[in-house]
Structure formats: C-alpha cells, structure tokens
C-alpha cells in the first residue's frame, strides 16, 4: 500500500487555518452553541505539526521540562516520529501529560518569587493543538475590556483605552488598581470546567484539558506536588485558561456598562450615580470611576465579592488601591498621570513607570558588571542591545524623550567604567583609541543601541485582525460615556 507523502508546513497551515476559520464563524453566529467531534481535529497530523512548528519557534523550545528533551533531541529522534507517536497515544488514550518542572524566580525588591511550571516538550505540543482548536471557538466570548494574551491586541491598546476614558469628554477621575492574588495558582479547576463546558462538549477534549490542570508540579528539589488548583504559569494553554476563568469578571462590568446608553450614564452621573469600566490585562486591571471615592471603595468591594464568591480568587492587599488620575497609577509598566497643560484641558500622559527603569538599570549595571570584564565589548554589545532594542520598542509610543536621554547617559557612564575596569592601566585616550572608532562604533563594527535613537511617536490603535477571521474585525469603539 502506498504510503502517503507528508505534509509540508505550508499546507498544514493552511488546513489550520481553513477549519479555525469555519470555528471562528459559527461560534461567532450562534453564542449559545457547543462544539463536540473538537478531539479528532486535535489529533490531525496538520495540527500537531502547525503545533510543533510554533512550539519549535518560542525561545523556551531549547528549556527540557522534566524528561530532559528539546528540540534539538526531538529532531535528532525525528519529528515525523515524534508526532505520530504522539497521535498514536492520543488516539488510544494512553496519553498521560508529564508533571511540569517546577522553576523559581526571584521578584526584585518584593522578597517574593514567582514559580513558573516548564511542561514536558511532547506535552508543549499537545497544549499547542489543543490552543489552535479552542482559542477560535472562547475568543468570540471574550469581552473587549479583555487584552492580556489575546490574537491582534497589545498592551498599548489598553493603554489607550484607559487615557481615552481619563482625558476630555470622559473625564474619569478616581482608578481602582486591582491586581488577582497568585492568580494562576488559584484558578478553580472545578469552576473553570464549568464556564469551558459552555462552549465544549467533546468529552475527550476536556479530559484532556483536566489532565494537564492535574499533572502535578515537579519541585527544584525533586519532590511531586499535586495541583489541585491552579493552571501552570509557564504552560501554554494557561494564559487561555485564565482569560476563560476571569471572563467571569469581564462579563459582570461589561453588563454593567451596557446596561445604560451614553445619554442614560450622563444622566445617571448628575443625578449622582457613578460610571465605571474596567480595563483587564491578565491577571491585573484597572476600573475608570466616574464618581466620588466612597462609590469606588464600593466598587472595589463588589469586584472582591464577585472574585471571592464566584471564582474563588483574591484581590492581593498590597498592589490593590484606589488612587487620583491626577496622582498617577502603574499599569502594565507604564506611569499614568493626568497633567495640566497651559491654555488647554488637563490630558492623561504614559511614562515609563520608576520600577520599569530600575529594572532595566539593574539590568544593564549587571552586564557592565566587574565579572564580565574578560568578554570583549563586541560581546557585551551583543548582550547589552537586544535589551536595550526591546525596552525602547515597547515605550517608544509613550512620552518617553527625556527617559530614553537618561538612559542614553546612564549606558555611556556604565561602558566606560566596564571599559576602565577591563584596562585599567590605560588613559581613556587609549582606551577609545583601541576600541572605538568613528561615530562611537567598535573596531568590530558594532555600535551601542542608544536609546534616543527610537522615534517617540504618537500610538495610533490598530484595526484588529484575527488570523482567522475575514473580513478585518474593527477595534471596539471608544467612545465614551
């Protein structure tokens, strides 16, 4: 019997795409259906290979979990192997996910650490296809004050849509910080099956989703833990689990909001009523009060209520407050402070919050420190400036002119005392004779990233395009209240 050829990439994907897009479109006209017969989508070779070429792709592909394996031995083995021993125990139900290996991060300046769980390679694949089958059919549930880990949305987009709310005609004065206590960790599995079930009927699927949530954690010491909650920070179907979990909230403030017209809230606010809308990121998010700080404290307390009552999750007392625009507030690394400017309305500006700056000064401090003085500057530049390249990117649509100077000279003092530390028996003289040339580029031809050399530009909200879906899916109106 002939054997049939394999699949190249370009055709895997595009058989993806066809059947997520037939998901997108009937999830999107009828909210109320359930999808059965998702699992045998789930084991197609096309899938399982779209999913290994993104898995393969992520930086984190070279990380083992705790069988040991990467991609490099995943390609020695064979990746045609590999997938259709992988679809073979799929389709038996021998398929059993591995425990993710436990990995702890220290957060600068809290004392805290953050644990990441590390999946098994084979079972960054499965959650991979699972996340191509689901994500078509849940995106259409999610609220648009949703943006963390989301197809065509960015944190800028949420950036904006808080200063559109804060600045002239909205003119929302008092935020609501909220931040969910160890939020991945907490997630209800019993709860978060329930609102999947919604959706999904496909009992294979969600046994498998249950498999991964009940894997365990693999200690650094060596010890198994059970998961009885929680949904591994670092697995690739997480971040999708949580925006399920927390579409709850989303769904309490956005039949808030539209249970009144613009007019309606108008009329509300000067009979003395509050205006609200929340703004989610993840696991934090902001609420815009039109009100008097009391009608936020009682907002603030019907969010905990709800999270407590319906999600089993906590607000953490330290990073949740309420707060004056014209006092600023962090969100998503950014200072957002409402100011004056002569001769016109008081507008909300975005900085580069002092945490992110220290943060990325730390950084550099580190790789200009006195133990990487045996690498040679081309070296460090190599290291120094994808950092630096990555950090200016993602504030360059805030008004960031006069951090990006600092930052600028803040590099220059830590590569000549580096430099100085490397050589020091040399006049600086000789030191830029032997290591600079013109225009400040190394004798190897590289240059430093400086900061000012990123254009501070205006953000211009884009139209937002899913993959799957055509036509182009306008941006939800920001028109206020």
């Known amino acids: 019997m002939n054997t049939p050829a394999p699949l190249s990439v370009e055709e895997a994907e595009q058989r993806v795409l066809g059947w997520q897009a037939k998901l997108h479109r009937w999830a999107e006209e009828d909210s109320e259906r359930r ?25 984190g592909s070279q990380t083992a979990g705790v069988d040991g394996q990467t991609r490099t031995r995943v390609e020695e083995l064979g990746v045609q192997r590999v997938l259709s021993e992988l679809r073979g125990s799929l389709r038996d139900r021998s398929y059993a996910p591995l425990p993710a290996r436990e990995r702890a991060i220290p957060k600068r300046g809290s004392g805290k650490v953050r644990k990441l769980g590390i999946p098994a390679l084979r079972d960054r694949i499965v959650q991979m296809a699972a996340k191509l089958v689901l994500e078509p059919i849940l995106e259409t549930d999610f609220c648009p004050i949703s943006y963390g880990f989301r197809p065509g949305r960015r944190t800028q987009d949420a950036i904006e849509h808080v200063r559109r709310f804060i600045n002239a005609p909205s003119l929302y004065e008092w935020v609501i910080e ?3 206590e160890d939020c991945f960790g907490s997630i209800h599995h019993g709860l978060l099956m329930a609102e999947l079930r919604r959706r999904v009927t496909d009992k294979r699927v969600l046994r498998l989703v249950r498999q991964f949530l009940a894997a365990g954690v693999m200690r650094e010491h060596g010890s198994l833990a059970a998961t009885p909650s929680g949904a591994p920070q670092g697995a690739i179907l997480s971040p999708l689990l949580a925006n399920v979990a927390l579409s709850v909230l989303d769904r309490h403030f956005e039949a808030a909001w539209n249970a009144h017209s613009s007019q309606e809230r108008s009329r509300r606010r000067a009979r003395g009523h509050p205006s609200y809308r929340m703004v989610r990121y993840a696991d934090d998010f902001v609420v815009l009060v039109h009100g008097t700080r009391a009608q936020a404290e009682a907002i603030k307390e019907t969010a905990a209520t709800l999270l407590r009552d319906q999600l089993r999750l906590t607000l953490s007392p330290e990073k949740t407050r309420i707060t004056h625009v014209d006092d600023g507030f962090d969100f998503l690394g950014f200072r957002i402070v409402r100011l004056p400017r002569p001769g016109r ?86 030191v830029r004779r032997q290591y600079w040339g013109r225009n400040w580029t190394s004798t190897e031809g590289t240059r430093p990233y400086w900061p000012t050399t990123v254009a501070v530009t205006r953000y211009i909200p884009r139209r937002r395009h899913l993959p799957w879906a055509a036509p182009r899916i306008a941006e939800p109106s920001l028109a206020s209240a």
């Open 35 to 59: 999808f059965g017969d998702l699992f045998n989508l789930l084991c197609e070779p096309a899938t399982l290979l779209v999913a290994w070429e993104r898995v393969k792709r992520n930086r």
């Open 345 to 430: 309305a008081s507008a909300a500006f975005s900085f580069p919050s002092r945490t992110a700056v220290n943060r990325l000064r730390h950084r550099i401090k580190t790789l200009t420190g006195r133990f990487t003085t045996s690498l040679s500057l081309d070296a460090l530049l190599h290291a120094l400036n994808p950092v630096l390249r990555g950090w200016t990117n993602y504030y360059r649509h805030a008004a960031s002119k006069r951090c990006f100077a600092y930052l600028d000279h803040y590099l220059w003092t830590r590569l000549v005392l580096w430099l100085r530390k490397k050589h020091p028996r040399l006049t600086w003289k000789q």
């Open 178 to 180: 909220g931040d969910v």
